[in-house]
């Protein structure tokens, strides 16, 4: 950030020094008015009757400078952002201002990539622009915000002086059964159960799966109760586990086996987590 005697110096050095001279002059009192008293003294064969005037002058000279909204929305797959910063009021003087990201729940270096400095509008100028590069990250989340500050007016003052930029994520994806209900033999031994990857699939994910003990089939007499972890390397979609199926040898009426997935990582689970 630079100082403010140096962005001073840098402006005069713009052509602008008459114009900023004034304006810089008057900084500590702008958007004030001023009292001028006048005062009569030494009369000559005459008494003083009102002896004091006071005029009071209102400074034209007033400007404002700030972002044209508080808040914008962008998706990770944007690229750059560009945020139009714009001065309204008087614009017969040079003025700058400083401006600096700062992290929210979205992070520096990982979902956008930091940015600070000072942007100068000389003379007549209105409008200026701060570009922010968006980072587009292998990893499913939810929405990211950050914000984009102004500060350290000089020959100005601020109005909208934040803008909350929110990040949508473009690496939606979610894992789930291939099927919702599947039937085997008691003899089978054991079958096969497909889970999927579906979305986005250039991310690293898992999910956890277990068996469940409130289906009509009882635990290590009619199956083995199991559980365990999937995990998918990037531009895998599918994975599997073995469920043992026991021969009992007793007669018995269709029996059932809940399945659930859970605890999924990097991913959204569907709407077939349950068999």
Not at 48 to 58: A, C, D, K, S, Y
Not at 131 to 146: R, W
Request: aromatic share 6%.
């Amino acid at each position: 950030m630079i100082h403010r005697d140096q962005r001073y110096s840098q402006l005069r050095s713009r052509g602008n020094e008459q114009d900023l001279h004034h304006g810089y002059s008057q900084r500590l009192d702008a958007g004030r008015c001023r009292d001028l008293p006048y005062r009569l003294g030494n009369p000559t064969d005459a008494r003083i009757g009102v002896g004091t005037n006071t005029v009071t002058i209102t400074d034209d000279d007033v400007s404002t400078v700030g972002f044209t909204t508080n808040a914008v929305t962008v998706s990770e797959t944007n690229g750059t952002l560009t945020l139009t910063v714009t001065r309204t009021g008087s614009t017969n003087t040079a003025l700058t201002v400083d401006f600096a990201t700062a992290n929210g729940t979205a992070t520096a270096g990982s979902d956008y990539a930091p940015t600070n400095g000072t942007l100068y509008f000389d003379a007549g100028e209105t409008t200026k622009a701060i570009d922010v590069d968006i980072i587009d990250n292998l990893l499913l989340e939810n929405s990211e915000q950050f914000q984009v500050r102004l500060s350290g007016p000089l020959n100005t003052s601020i109005g909208v002086g934040t803008n909350t930029v929110t990040i949508t994520d473009d690496d939606v994806a979610a894992v789930g059964f291939a099927a919702t209900a599947i039937s085997v033999a008691e003899d089978t031994n054991s079958v096969t159960i497909y889970v999927l990857r579906t979305g986005t699939t250039n991310t690293t994910v898992s999910v956890n799966y277990a068996t469940l003990t409130n289906g009509s089939a009882t635990a290590n007499s009619d199956f083995r109760a199991t559980n365990g972890v999937l995990s998918y390397a990037p531009g895998v979609v599918t994975n599997s586990f073995t469920l043992t199926v026991i021969n009992d040898g007793v007669a018995e009426n269709n029996e059932t086996i809940n399945l659930r997935l859970s605890n999924p990582t990097n991913i959204s689970l569907g709407t077939s987590n349950l068999v």
